[in-house]
């Protein structure tokens, strides 16, 4: 053995040695475990050293090799400033393209959303003048253009056309001096006269003291300018205080904030509600109306009857078919009314005491039934709460350029209606139902206790109401002053005359005839 | 037997001197070697095919001529090596192990001393301990590693390239018994 060895010493020392290593291997493999200590032995020796060489490297070599980078730093230098001056314009001129199919597209949404008829134009110059505000824009007599037509945008009223020749046209601006726009207040329906004055705002005049007025508060169309259709909004109210004799109104016109290049002539004008709603912006793009299908399907129409007025309504009307009595002609024997709700359900039966967001009940019409609205507003009002504070925009009748000053009376009602307690908006009687329109009590629909006539909450509701008897509606004490207060009310039949004036809807305005202009596409009868 | 035979063949300078590596020099240079290797790279990427640990391993095994010392030798540069790697400590080892003892065992037959036989035995040994590694890479630990003969045979003449004038600065740090 120790011959063996001494002999063959060198290749037993090598595979003792192999051995060991591959011993080592395999427990590494086998049981997938490092051999820690042999690792940090290394890198504990070789690490130091390491940070070491680094810290001479950077010190030595990073200081001269920086030098040899330097040099070429200020050439290289030139060439990226050249670069990015080249970048800087290529990106200018694509923010410009993007920022001119933004408007396009904005201003293409608009025009298909407006009812009015209106012909895009590009802003190709400035009028000459020292204090003139006026524009020319590439569209002129030949396409229709015509002198007075109005110009707008999306964000609001621009001007007018002053002149138009046949391939280009003067466009006034709201800020020239010589620039007046019959305007009204969003929140009190203020009407008042809007005057350029040269400079970028604009100032409202002939509103009184007395009348109610408010920082930041929006100013729309009043639509008795013959120009500007009713309720394109003009501008935010930037400081308002008390004259001598009338409030000095500024006003900052939102037409023309965001500098001019594309606009809307307004070749056929339809007037518009003002929003109750705060303006959207541009950015917030507005749902499509919903498709009107009541104004084209009776059978959609009657479908779609809702409210408890509704049901009255055609309640009446089966009775006057019956006994085949028209309403409104002059006859010696009124229909039996007393039919009404013998065949169907009571008349003037409570609504269930569901809640509100269950059915279409709860959607407030504000008298208005079949009368499309617009989208919900933006910022979420709570329309099913109280219809008369929170119901979104509604079309308004009929009212094209030319017809009455007057704002149709829906505006009116409902606006005051916004702005008062609703414990004041069912004060109207019903002779004032006739011109101004009414919103519906809302305890017609969502009042709990008037789904059961026996409660207790009723009873006592009809005590307080007999003791405060202006502080409800003319049908709500037709429909519970009836029964004695000491016996459980049961389902009657209404006051024919009454609940007809009440139910009915509060807009029974005619669409007024076109004046002058194009019939209004936007207006809709009334059923 | 020719005189270009006999040269090849008789014994070295080195050992008729009795040439040795100074004991500082035993851990320093192999230390270098594995620092140039980790550390230079990153700078110069270039110089990542060269192979300084082995071509020390080669180096003493050439000039020591001790076949155990060489074992012991190779054994701690590489498993140095696979310390500082991802791989199980081993497999570098175990390559310059065999690199070390047939160094040794070669440098008892052939006058290392002669360029040439530096040469080719520098490029022998750098392909045999690639393809050692290679296959103990695929046989030990089952990974499926490409082998490239080329790339290795040029590798191998750049290595054989380098280690003749690295050999001359390492025989300038000997010092005679």
């Known amino acids: ?527 | 037997m020719t005189e270009f035979s006999e040269s090849l063949l008789s014994d070295s300078l080195r050992k008729k001197k009795g040439a040795r590596l100074r004991p500082a020099g035993l851990i320093l240079v192999p230390l270098v070697a594995i620092l140039f290797q980790v550390y230079v790279p990153r700078f110069i990427p270039q110089l990542s095919y060269l192979d300084l640990p082995l071509l020390i391993t080669v180096y003493f095994a050439l000039s020591g001529r001790s076949p155990i010392a060489s074992v012991f030798y190779g054994a701690a540069i590489g498993l140095a090596q696979d310390s500082l790697s991802h791989q199980p400590i081993g497999l570098f080892g175990i390559v310059k192990t065999l690199v070390g003892y047939f160094a040794a065992s070669v440098s008892l037959r052939f006058d290392v001393e002669n360029p040439f036989i530096t040469f080719v035995l520098s490029l022998f040994f750098f392909f045999f301990h690639q393809f050692l590694y290679w296959v103990l890479t695929r046989a030990l630990l089952g990974q499926s590693v490409g082998f490239d003969a080329q790339q290795t045979a040029i590798f191998g003449l750049l290595n054989a390239a380098v280690a003749l004038p690295l050999f001359r600065v390492l025989d300038k740090l000997k010092v005679t018994v």
């Open chain 1, 1 to 527: 053995m120790e011959f063996l060895l001494n002999r063959y010493r060198n290749i037993t020392v090598l595979l003792v040695v192999l051995f060991a290593q591959l011993v080592l291997l395999a427990y590494q493999v086998k049981t997938n475990k490092d051999v820690p200590l042999i690792r940090v032995w290394a890198v504990s020796t070789v690490t130091p050293v390491e940070q070491g060489l680094e810290f001479v490297r950077r010190h030595t070599i990073g200081v001269v090799w920086d030098y040899f980078v330097l040099i070429h730093v200020k050439e290289k230098n030139d060439q990226l400033q050249h670069q990015l001056d080249q970048l800087k314009l290529e990106n200018h001129f694509l923010r410009t393209q993007l920022s001119t199919a933004e408007r396009a597209k904005e201003l293409s949404v608009f025009q298909s959303e407006t009812p009015s008829k209106t012909l895009a134009a590009r802003v190709i110059g400035n009028g000459t003048g020292s204090n003139s505000k006026t524009v020319f824009v590439d569209r002129g007599s030949s396409s229709g253009v015509e002198a007075g037509m109005a110009v707008i945008t999306p964000d609001g009223i621009v001007g007018k056309v002053v002149s138009a020749y046949p391939t280009a046209s003067l466009i006034m601006l709201v800020t020239d001096p010589s620039f007046g726009a019959g305007v009204v207040s969003q929140k009190n329906h203020v009407h008042g006269t809007l005057r350029g004055q040269g400079s970028p705002k604009c100032r409202v005049d002939y509103i009184q003291n007395e009348e109610k007025v408010e920082n930041g508060e929006w100013f729309f169309t009043a639509g008795d300018d013959r120009i500007f259709p009713r309720g394109f909004p003009v501008g935010q109210v930037a400081s308002v205080h008390n004259g001598r004799s009338a409030k000095e109104i500024e006003l900052t016109p939102s037409g023309i904030q965001g500098g001019l290049e594309e606009i809307l002539i307004v070749t056929e004008g339809v007037h518009e509600p003002i929003p109750t709603t705060p303006v959207v912006t541009q950015t917030q793009k507005l749902l499509s109306p919903p498709t009107d299908v009541t104004a084209t399907d009776p059978q959609a129409a009657t479908a779609t009857l809702t409210t408890d007025a509704d049901k009255l309504r055609q309640e009446y009307q089966h009775v006057a078919q019956d006994e085949n009595f028209k309403y409104g002609i002059a006859s010696p024997k009124p229909p039996d009314f007393t039919k009404v709700g013998k065949d169907q359900q009571p008349a003037v039966k409570p609504a269930p005491a569901v809640p509100p967001a269950a059915g279409a009940t709860a959607t407030p019409n504000n008298g208005t039934p079949n009368q499309p609205s617009r989208p919900a507003p933006v910022n979420g009002q709570a329309t099913t709460q109280n219809p008369a504070s929170g119901q979104p925009a509604v079309r308004p009748p009929t009212a094209t350029l030319g017809t009455s000053a007057q704002p149709p009376a829906i505006h009116t009602g409902v606006a005051n209606a916004a702005e008062k307690p609703p414990a004041s908006t069912a004060k109207p009687t019903a002779t004032a139902t006739q011109d101004k329109p009414r919103p519906r009590p809302p305890a017609l629909v969502t009042d709990p206790t008037d789904a059961d006539p026996d409660s207790e909450a009723l009873i006592e509701r009809v005590q307080r109401v007999q003791s405060k008897p202006p502080a409800v509606s003319e049908t709500r004490s037709a429909e519970i002053a009836s029964p004695p207060p000491s016996a459980p009310p049961k389902p009657k039949t209404p006051d024919a005359t009454k609940t007809t004036t009440s139910a009915k809807p509060v807009n029974t305005t005619k669409p007024a005839t076109a004046t002058g202009t194009s019939p209004a596409s936007g207006s809709k009868p009334r059923p």
